[in-house]
């Protein structure tokens, strides 16, 4: 079946009857390969309003708070990391990282996202005293912390399961596992830019243990690593299985779904391109847009899709707004792995966000880290004030 007859078999499909027009992979793949990309992003638009009819975009309020950057997997991707015993590296303490949190709640953040690297330094001790004093200190403050790789490095130095660390860390007061450390779930591809990272398998499986008690987890993907559209589509396939599987089970799965492009600029994998490549590395605004789009259609069973304002800027976030996206992250205070890689804008304020919301003829909600609608102050200028017309939504 050709791209055409693809999405006007999609035009028919409905939260009602979406099963009966579950794009297949080979679908998936087709629209991704040959369909026009304004036409794609249309469809997009279209299915993102079956599914949020409401016409509004969420954002968070938080904070990245990158609590080490020691790090044994060596991704070729990551310049972020350090090896134990360079003199870069760093570890911060609980009155540093509790510091940042109150500098959270002075602007009423509602989370923070904590990660770092796979540190084997730090027993399981640390963290479960980590978790228990930000509870005790920061209370209204939800904490999604330790990206799946993390949780198996924590689960190697400590002797237990990864099942077990989670269960310790959720007693502690962890509230979410974020979702990094996806980048690409195909064999192939994780081989050639992470191969100390292990398995897709075993990420998906930290995951579904985190649902399994109840941990609210989202799903990422980094692309632009030489794959195809064959590529890419089997690793969201992968999150819809195992969406299909923990909702069906658990009554719980991902909260979203957040894709942005591999950044090139000043690690080792972004050296491969000044080299006699076979592909050209990396991924473009175009590239990314046809990315959110088909994920979008793809993905019937993750309600949220969330643009990249760190990686791809404001004006192609807006955009991805236009074509599938309902979300558009989060405020972030601070950021410092993505911006290692060479990204420059590090923060953006609620104001920002709004009126880049605004702008593209939404409502700005704000929300919390599992989707939950917050009251909103519009701290942004009012679109009767704006010098051309919004987009009709």
């Not at 930000?134 to 799946?148: E, G, M, R, Y």
């Not at 007693?171 to 690409?184: D, I, N, R, V, Y």
């Amino acid at each position: 079946m050709d791209w055409v007859h693809i999405l006007q078999q999609q035009a028919n499909w409905s939260v009602s009857e979406k099963s009966q027009y579950r794009l297949t992979s080979q679908q998936a793949t087709e629209l991704y390969d040959n369909a026009p990309l304004h036409q794609l992003m249309a469809a997009a638009m279209e299915r993102r309003k079956s599914m949020h009819p409401e016409g509004t975009v969420t954002y968070l309020i938080d904070r990245n708070i990158n609590y080490t950057n020691i790090c044994t997997i060596n991704c070729q991707f990551c310049s972020f990391y350090r090896p134990p015993n360079h003199s870069e590296t760093y570890t911060q303490t609980f009155e540093e990282i509790s510091a940042r949190v109150v500098e959270l709640e002075q602007i009423g953040g509602s989370r923070i996202l904590m990660q770092g690297g796979v540190n084997p330094e730090l027993p399981i001790s640390w963290y479960q005293e980590l978790i228990s004093d930000l509870v005790k200190h920061h209370p209204t403050i939800a904490l999604d912390c330790f990206s799946p790789i993390e949780i198996e490095g924590i689960a190697e130095v400590s002797g237990l399961s990864t099942l077990e660390v989670l269960q310790n860390f959720q007693s502690a007061g962890m509230h979410g596992l974020p979702g990094g450390g996806a980048e690409m779930l195909v064999e192939s591809v994780r081989k050639d830019v992470s191969p100390k990272k292990g398995l897709p398998e075993n990420w998906l499986k930290v995951m579904q243990e985190a649902q399994s008690l109840g941990l609210t987890t989202s799903a990422t993907n980094v692309f632009g690593f030489g794959e195809g559209a064959t590529e890419r589509v089997e690793h969201m396939r992968r999150l819809r299985e195992l969406q299909d599987s923990s909702l069906s089970t658990y009554n719980i799965g991902f909260t979203s779904f957040i894709a942005w492009p591999v950044q090139l600029e000043v690690n080792s994998f972004g050296r491969r391109n000044r080299g006699q490549n076979k592909f050209e590395l990396g991924a473009g605004s175009s590239e990314y847009l046809r990315h959110v789009a088909v994920s979008r259609l793809f993905f019937d069973n993750i309600e949220n899709i969330q643009s990249s304002w760190p990686t791809m800027g404001i004006s192609v976030a807006q955009m991805a707004l236009l074509g599938g996206a309902n979300d558009i992250g989060s405020t972030m205070m601070e950021e410092n792995v993505v911006s290692a890689s060479g990204t420059t804008k590090l923060s953006a304020s609620e104001e920002e966000l709004q009126d880049v919301i605004l702008r593209a003829g939404f409502r700005p909600k704000r929300r919390d880290s599992d989707y939950n609608i917050l009251p909103t102050e519009i701290v942004a200028a009012e679109v009767s004030s704006m010098k051309a017309p919004t987009p009709i939504q």
